[in-house]
């Protein structure tokens, strides 16, 4: 029987149709509603916009401080007819004081998107609705095995957290694509890791270059030996990179953790509408299923 893997960290749909399946005890888990509020607004670089806001969460610190926590911010559509929701990555938390902050790492965009429409108007004081925060993937680390990670700049929050969690002197290679240097100068670099920067030039459309494919191909080359990899960014490049891994390569599933953070030509929205309705489908022919790949059921 094919195992199926919900990777979506906190799968959220508005509207009715998908009740069931939201009702479903694997979405439900451990999601929590509060609000967060901009306190400072900072230009990392020309393509990041870094928001630290306070949270008016009660609770469990440990969920913020974990490797790789991913939240949902609930935002008005471009057309302000409905609320949309899109996942961020908590680069960091800290406590001053009795108040709780975090930092959410913004990538621009073309396009007149909810997350960029909202980012306009972003103020110090403007306050967000928010779900979670709930873990993403992480690499595996197994018997000082090489860990190969692969990330856009959308997942270079991620990647920020992994490595400041990195397990001493493990060996980790890491590919990272942003057209700014100054991103990559603030990634911690723990002991044992060496890292790559692959530029891309300002007229580059992001989600195109296949500069972190082609990393990935080479890299495999070089390391023929047993390895794990992570990868997130692009949907598209993602897909070819797990391709090589698992088809090509033939690596087992939990050596390879690959995730599409956003898709070129799709919304947030349609991406969760798609993965909801594969995950209901899994769901009716296996009640008893946890997992779903969407590289497995994917179009
Ligand atoms: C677990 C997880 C963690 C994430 N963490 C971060 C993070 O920390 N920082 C971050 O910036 N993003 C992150 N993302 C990606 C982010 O959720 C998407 O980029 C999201 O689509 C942005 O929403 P939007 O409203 O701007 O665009 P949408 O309404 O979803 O899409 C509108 C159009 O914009 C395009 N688009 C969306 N994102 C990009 C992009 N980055 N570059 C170029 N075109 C794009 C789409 O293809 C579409 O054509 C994460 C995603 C996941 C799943």
New binding site residues.
């Given amino acids: 029987m094919k195992r199926f893997r919900m990777t979506?960290?906190i799968p959220v749909v508005y509207g009715g149709r998908h009740r069931r399946v939201l009702e479903h005890p694997d979405h439900r888990k451990g999601i929590n509603h509060g609000m967060m509020t901009i306190t400072t607004i900072i230009d990392v670089a020309p393509s990041?916009v870094r928001l630290e806001a306070l949270l008016d969460h009660e609770g469990d610190a440990s969920r913020w401080l974990a490797t790789?926590p991913?939240l949902r911010l609930e935002?008005p559509d471009?057309d302000g007819s409905s609320t949309?929701s899109?996942?961020?990555?908590?680069?960091s938390y800290r406590e001053v004081g009795s108040r709780r902050l975090i930092d959410?790492?913004?990538?621009?965009?073309?396009?007149?998107?909810?997350?960029?429409?909202?980012?306009s108007g972003v103020r110090r004081g403007t306050s967000v609705r928010i779900l979670g925060p709930r873990p993403?993937?992480c690499p595996s680390f197994i018997d000082g095995r090489p860990a190969l990670l692969f990330a856009?700049?959308?997942?270079?929050?991620?990647l920020t957290t992994i490595l400041r969690d990195w397990p001493e002197a493990h060996p980790g290679l890491v590919w990272a694509e942003t057209p700014d240097r100054a991103v990559i100068d603030e990634i911690p670099r723990p002991q044992g890791v060496e890292i790559h920067w692959l530029p891309r030039a300002v007229p580059e459309?992001?989600?195109t270059t296949g500069r972190l494919v082609d990393a990935a191909i080479e890299a495999s080359a070089v390391h023929p030996e047993p390895i794990t990899v992570w990868a997130?960014g692009?949907h598209q490049e993602m897909r070819r990179i797990r391709d090589h891994f698992r088809r090509d390569r033939e690596m087992r599933r939990e050596d390879v953790q690959v995730?599409?953070?956003?898709?070129?030509?799709?919304?947030?929205?349609?991406?969760d509408e798609a993965r909801l309705q594969r995950y209901e489908e899994a769901l009716a022919l296996n009640p008893r299923m946890t997992v779903l790949d969407d590289f497995d059921v994917d179009d």
């Fill in positions: 979506d960290p990041v790789n991913a935002l471009v949309v899109r996942v961020y990555t908590v680069r959410v790492d913004i990538v621009r965009h073309t396009g007149d998107s909810p997350v960029m429409q909202w980012l993403h993937f856009d700049e959308t997942a270079i929050p991620a459309a992001p989600g997130c692009e995730f599409g953070y956003w898709r070129r030509g799709r919304t947030s929205s349609q991406i």
